[in-house]
């Protein structure tokens, strides 16, 4: 025992020890860790999709419990698809499982854009889009809801995977969050404005603009980016639905269909003229 | 070695020790004053601290154990290393545990988990404790540690979620209808949620178990 002692001890300082014992040192803990790693998964993603569709629910103002949330999210969210950023639609794909990250990185003429449909309880219906995009650390991620004028914002959610807590974390907050409720993404005349998050506070009854969070201002720039760019991919989409669900007034009636979308595509004129505030 | 260990009791005075010097006279964070940093950061609401405390302590002790175990084969000049790895796989372990069991719970932590790592106390313990000593004791002054921390994390965070929210565990406490917004006289005082209160709190903390053991007051 004395001796076995002793020798280690000699040995313990030598380079070939050292590397040794490093290497098995990191294999094992790395085989351990991605043991582990692989093992959880499955709970983890699980917990993950309950945890997104919940998200999803609550932008319509529909809180649901853990359990429930499977079954919950089948009844209301009626109809999942995906749009392509030139507005066709593809009923095929469930939008639940798209991966926006992925989509993102695609060419812009392959991406599969999620939509949700949501039929509320009392029949009215909502369109969930989700954006995605980046903060201060990491990326941040959300669900607008908006209102069958697919104009006015119903509800969204936001969610993050590294901000600071107490700042740029704050974006997950009703407080944050309800303000958002009843602004607009596009102006009167129709054009996309998206809502933008004003530093130092957006003027009272500005339909475009919310408050920033304090202390988190690069989560705040990086959520209204994320917003305008992740809502405009839509564009295209929300024009064609908008004039699908509402009557187009009398002088765009003449155009054809193709016309006008060419139209609206070279921005000549306002996308939609009888935008409902 | 293992004959030592035979002769003395698994559990005896100078366990308990171990156990009950951290909590008071040796405590990690008013007396070595290790892993403020955490301390700080966690401590706005209960909860959090919490579970951060029992993370802390399980993370504290297994790699105390495990390093205990080593100390005898690692190699002098990687040593600091070799004890970062032991911690950062600890923590990743934890973090993925929270994930998959305690999901609401590891997101309420977020950052903070990953930040275990850079706990002083863990670090500290390993080098001052567990290098030198056997295995049980090491295990036993690592939950010592733990609770040592745990225990200031929730003093603190006690105190700062009832003035900063007026709730307890996320329960109301305070009665809504005392508040100036509801026609009351009280306000939540919401300097208490920043960290630089968190530390007068840890101060306040040392102040008084300075004054009660004249031993801690340095010459």
Redesign the interface.
């Known amino acids: 025992m004395e001796e076995k002692t002793q020798k280690k001890k000699i040995n313990r300082n030598g380079n070939a020890y050292t590397f040794i014992y490093a290497t098995v040192l990191v294999v094992v803990v790395a085989t351990l860790l991605a043991l582990c790693a692989t093992g959880l998964k499955e709970r983890q993603r699980q917990n993950i999709e309950a945890e997104t569709k919940q998200q999803i629910l609550s932008t319509v103002g529909i809180s649901s419990e853990a359990d429930a949330v499977h079954t919950d999210f089948e009844r209301y969210i009626s109809r999942r698809y995906a749009v392509k950023r030139n507005g066709i639609v593809d009923n095929q794909i469930d939008a639940f499982y798209i991966n926006l990250k992925n989509e993102l990185t695609k060419p812009e003429a392959d991406q599969q854009l999620p939509v949700f449909v949501a039929n509320m309880p009392n029949g009215a219906t909502k369109y969930i889009l989700p954006v995605r995009g980046n903060g201060l650390w990491g990326d941040i991620w959300g669900y607008v809801a908006l209102n069958d004028d697919l104009n006015t914002i119903f509800g969204v959610v936001f969610d993050h995977e590294s901000e600071t807590p107490g700042l740029g974390a704050e974006i997950v907050t009703e407080a944050f969050r309800s303000q958002f409720v009843g602004k607009s993404i596009f102006d009167a005349q129709g054009q996309f404005t998206s809502v933008a998050v004003v530093k130092g506070g957006a003027a009272p009854g500005d339909a475009h603009a919310v408050d920033a969070i304090s202390g988190g201002t690069i989560t705040s720039n990086g959520l209204q980016d994320m917003l305008h760019r992740g809502l405009e991919f839509y564009r295209t989409y929300l024009g064609n639905l908008q004039r699908e669900l509402m009557p187009p007034p009398p002088d765009t009636t003449t155009m054809s269909a193709d016309t006008l979308l060419q139209v609206i595509d070279m921005e000549h004129i306002p996308s939609q003229p009888n935008s409902i505030n | 070695m293992s004959d030592k260990k035979e002769k003395t009791p698994w559990f005896g005075p100078a366990q308990r020790k171990l156990i009950t010097e951290p909590l008071g006279v040796k405590n990690p964070v008013t007396v070595l004053v290790l892993g403020i940093c955490s301390a700080l950061?966690v401590t706005?609401k209960l909860q959090p601290a919490v579970v951060m405390a029992i993370s802390v302590t399980v993370v504290t002790a297994v790699s105390n154990l495990i390093l205990s175990l080593l100390r005898?084969?690692?190699?002098?000049?990687?040593r600091i290393?070799?004890q970062l790895?032991?911690v950062a796989?600890l923590v990743?372990?934890v973090s993925?545990?929270l994930?998959?069991?305690a999901?609401d719970v590891s997101k309420q932590l977020?950052?903070?988990v990953g930040l275990i790592i850079t706990n002083c106390i863990i670090m500290g313990r390993i080098e001052a404790f567990a290098l030198g000593n056997g295995p049980w004791a090491s295990f036993v002054d690592g939950i010592g540690n733990g609770l040592g921390y745990g225990m200031i994390l929730v003093i603190v965070a006690f105190f700062r979620e009832l003035l900063g929210c007026g709730t307890l565990w996320g329960y109301r406490v305070i009665p809504e209808s005392l508040y100036t917004a509801n026609g009351g006289f009280y306000e939540n005082n919401g300097l208490v949620?920043m960290p630089p209160m968190a530390l007068i709190f840890v101060g306040a903390i040392i102040w008084i178990q300075r004054k009660r053991n004249k031993n801690l007051i340095e010459e």
Do not use: D, H, M
Request: aromatic residues 12%; positive net charge.
């Open positions: 950061a706005a005898r084969t690692i190699p002098t000049r990687i290393i070799v790895i032991i796989a990743t372990l993925e545990v994930k998959a069991f999901y977020s950052v903070f949620i």
